[in-house]
């Protein structure tokens, strides 16, 4: 259990430090406890068990130290050395509620939660109720059960303290993190606030209040819960990371660039560092450069005649241009490489040099081979170029690892229906000869459907076929209802029965 600390921080520092050298300096044994707890509650876990080690070689029959070694030990899923060390000291410390919080981590880490939670619960009845340590134990083991991802768990233990203790910030984090982890995302919401009433300098507590609020899109409160956590903990890197992601999910792209370079500023050249950001970075400039092409899109007089492009501002060739240069980040970085590749390429493409792109969606396909998405991309290249049957060839070889996937087929769908035939027949009778070379799936059941639809050449076979996915695949479905024309066809008769 936590003690009253003797020394302070500078002498356990310069005792890490000593240990670190090589030094043995004699530790008695509550100074060795103390010296412990204090580098757990840093998160200096490796060096809490060296110390551990050392201490109890000092004092090998101190039932304090050997419990504490043996919590260490179960963190470490050095189960069966902790199981061995709890044995020794049991018949000793029954009364220990410390014995008790040991056993029960160990028997969670061990599958065995049910027991795991019947030691938790010998540990609670070793306190005299409403003591301090009473609600200290009832606070470790929540804390313990959200750290070890038993969060149904944790309500029981938070009701028993808040039935005493109402309203203390401690334990309503504890509740607040399980709820969200839960997946109660209103309930957890409000205990945030709750325990911010109490509590306002907690900048984890808003920090993950605003994570929350930017899950469900609720902007402004995130906003001002970044703010809040940001200020109370300026050099939280982290926090300006995941501030970005909040601008970008808010489509306010120059404000998630600051905030990601805030992170940047603090993180790099730490091991800490995410060279994620980059991609990030890049994609919130793609995304803006593309959001002000849609733009420019809208006027005609913008457009080059025969082809898809538009003319781009200045403004709009930065951004892009500077997209690239992020995502070669990436490359130099070597995280998602073969992301980056295509996003140049598609960037390069709408920049106006597709062939450029096309040759740069190669270097990402060399890297994931066998990963749809490239195929994908670069079929979408050669679509810009009105190329079909190269568009047809990439989608195709995409989907050969990827059959299931229902969107890519509705794509081939669309593509073979533009494509110049006599008549709606010759539509089908090629799609079915792409059809043959592909196992019967609920994807290719679906596309068909909505092939005979598009030729409107039996709708009641059309609805038939889809009604039987529906039934047996709605996984399927729901992915097939995503894609705009097909959900447009299921607002008609008789389709739209089956909605």
């Given at each position: 259990?936590?003690?009253?600390?003797?020394?302070?921080?500078r002498?356990?520092?310069d005792?890490a430090?000593?240990?670190?050298?090589?030094n043995?300096?004699?530790?008695?044994?509550?100074e060795?406890?103390?010296?412990?707890?204090y580098?757990?509650g840093?998160?200096r876990?490796?060096e809490a068990?060296?110390?551990?080690?050392?201490?109890?070689?000092?004092?090998?029959n101190?039932?304090?130290?050997?419990?504490?070694r043996?919590?260490?030990?179960?963190?470490?899923?050095?189960?069966?050395?902790?199981?061995n060390?709890?044995?020794?000291?049991s018949?000793?410390?029954?009364?220990?509620?410390?014995?008790h919080?040991a056993?029960?981590?160990?028997?969670v880490q061990d599958?065995?939660?049910i027991?795991g939670?019947?030691?938790?619960?010998?540990?609670?009845?070793?306190?005299?109720?409403?003591s301090?340590?009473?609600?200290?134990?009832?606070?470790?083991?929540?804390?313990?059960?959200?750290?070890?991802?038993q969060?149904?768990?944790v309500?029981k233990?938070?009701?028993q303290?808040?039935?005493?203790?109402?309203?203390?910030?401690d334990?309503?984090?504890?509740?607040a993190y399980?709820e969200?982890?839960?997946?109660?995302?209103?309930?957890?919401?409000?205990?945030?606030?709750?325990m911010?009433?109490?509590?306002?300098?907690?900048?984890?507590?808003w920090?993950?209040?605003?994570?929350v609020?930017?899950r469900?899109?609720?902007?402004?409160?995130?906003?001002?819960?970044?703010?809040?956590a940001?200020a109370?903990?300026?050099?939280?890197?982290?926090?300006?990371?995941?501030?970005?992601?909040m601008?970008a999910?808010?489509?306010?792209y120059?404000?998630?660039?600051?905030?990601?370079?805030?992170?940047?500023?603090?993180?790099?050249?730490?091991?800490?560092f995410?060279?994620?950001v980059y991609?990030?970075?890049?994609?919130?400039?793609?995304?803006w450069g593309?959001?002000?092409?849609?733009?420019?899109e809208?006027d005609?007089k913008?457009?080059?005649?025969?082809?898809?492009?538009?003319a781009?501002?200045p403004?709009?060739?930065?951004?892009?241009?500077?997209a690239?240069?992020?995502?070669?980040?990436?490359?130099d970085?070597?995280y998602?490489?073969?992301?980056?590749?295509?996003?140049i390429?598609?960037?390069?493409?709408l920049l106006?040099?597709?062939k450029?792109?096309?040759?740069?969606?190669?270097?990402?396909?060399?890297?994931?081979?066998?990963?749809?998405?490239?195929?994908?991309?670069?079929?979408a290249?050669?679509e810009r170029?009105?190329?079909?049957?190269?568009?047809?060839?990439?989608?195709l070889?995409?989907?050969?690892y990827d059959?299931n996937?229902?969107?890519?087929?509705?794509?081939v769908t669309?593509?073979?229906f533009?494509?110049?035939?006599?008549?709606?027949q010759?539509?089908?009778?090629?799609?079915?000869?792409?059809?043959?070379?592909?196992?019967a799936?609920?994807?290719?059941?679906?596309?068909e459907?909505?092939?005979?639809?598009?030729?409107?050449k039996d709708?009641?076979?059309?609805?038939?076929?889809?009604?039987?996915v529906?039934?047996?695949?709605p996984?399927?479905?729901?992915?097939?209802?995503?894609?705009t024309d097909?959900?447009?066809?299921?607002?008609?008769?008789?389709?739209?029965?089956?909605?």
């Amino acid at each position: 259990m936590p003690r009253e600390r003797e020394y302070d921080d500078r002498h356990f520092e310069d005792l890490a430090k000593s240990l670190a050298e090589g030094n043995r300096p004699y530790l008695d044994t509550n100074e060795a406890e103390e010296f412990i707890d204090y580098l757990l509650g840093k998160e200096r876990r490796d060096e809490a068990l060296a110390a551990s080690d050392y201490a109890v070689s000092l004092h090998q029959n101190d039932s304090g130290l050997l419990i504490q070694r043996a919590t260490i030990l179960v963190e470490y899923r050095r189960l069966e050395e902790a199981r061995n060390i709890l044995q020794y000291v049991s018949p000793l410390e029954q009364r220990n509620p410390d014995l008790h919080i040991a056993w029960g981590d160990l028997h969670v880490q061990d599958g065995d939660v049910i027991k795991g939670l019947e030691c938790y619960d010998e540990a609670v009845a070793c306190e005299p109720e409403d003591s301090d340590s009473y609600f200290e134990t009832l606070l470790m083991i929540a804390s313990r059960l959200n750290r070890d991802d038993q969060w149904q768990y944790v309500f029981k233990y938070v009701d028993q303290y808040l039935n005493k203790k109402p309203h203390d910030p401690d334990i309503l984090f504890e509740r607040a993190y399980a709820e969200e982890k839960c997946g109660e995302d209103a309930k957890c919401m409000e205990t945030y606030l709750e325990m911010l009433q109490f509590n306002p300098f907690s900048d984890m507590a808003w920090y993950n209040y605003a994570l929350v609020c930017t899950r469900n899109s609720l902007f402004e409160n995130a906003n001002q819960a970044f703010t809040r956590a940001i200020a109370l903990a300026p050099d939280f890197a982290d926090a300006y990371c995941n501030y970005g992601n909040m601008w970008a999910s808010w489509e306010k792209y120059d404000k998630a660039i600051e905030q990601y370079a805030q992170y940047v500023s603090r993180a790099k050249g730490t091991d800490t560092f995410d060279a994620s950001v980059y991609e990030l970075m890049g994609d919130c400039l793609f995304n803006w450069g593309v959001s002000e092409r849609e733009i420019l899109e809208k006027d005609e007089k913008n457009t080059i005649p025969g082809f898809y492009y538009v003319a781009l501002t200045p403004d709009v060739r930065k951004l892009f241009g500077n997209a690239i240069e992020f995502y070669k980040l990436c490359i130099d970085n070597k995280y998602n490489e073969s992301r980056a590749w295509m996003q140049i390429a598609d960037t390069t493409s709408l920049l106006g040099d597709n062939k450029k792109g096309l040759e740069l969606m190669d270097k990402a396909i060399k890297l994931e081979p066998t990963i749809p998405g490239v195929y994908y991309m670069k079929s979408a290249l050669y679509e810009r170029e009105g190329d079909n049957q190269k568009t047809l060839q990439v989608l195709l070889e995409g989907i050969s690892y990827d059959i299931n996937a229902v969107r890519p087929w509705l794509e081939v769908t669309k593509l073979i229906f533009k494509m110049p035939t006599e008549e709606g027949q010759d539509q089908l009778y090629n799609f079915r000869q792409v059809k043959s070379r592909f196992p019967a799936e609920p994807s290719i059941v679906l596309a068909e459907a909505f092939m005979i639809y598009l030729i409107e050449k039996d709708d009641n076979l059309a609805y038939r076929m889809i009604e039987s996915v529906k039934k047996q695949y709605p996984e399927s479905f729901c992915d097939a209802y995503e894609d705009t024309d097909f959900y447009n066809m299921m607002q008609d008769k008789p389709f739209n029965e089956l909605i």
